[in-house]
């Protein structure tokens, strides 16, 4: 599995019409912080958010220890 960082997101500047599974996907801007929450208490279980949510907090953590040390 392959997890992209996506980085320098913003909304876009024009919208387009869902169309058939597109059109029951709810979009959000949610904090890490908040994601990792929802992992722990169950109430999210996509293996590629989870797998990906994983892979960048370890991220941040090496970026950090890199940083401090």
Do not use: N
Not at 19 to 37: C, S
């Amino acid at each position: 599995m392959t997890c992209f960082l996506a980085t320098d997101v913003h909304p876009a500047q024009s919208h387009f019409t869902r169309e058939d599974e597109e059109a029951e996907i709810e979009t959000a801007w949610v904090h890490l912080d908040k994601v990792q929450e929802g992992i722990l208490a169950g109430r999210l279980g996509c293996p590629q958010l989870i797998l990906c949510t994983l892979a960048y907090t370890a991220r941040l953590q090496k970026t950090q220890v890199t940083r401090f040390s």
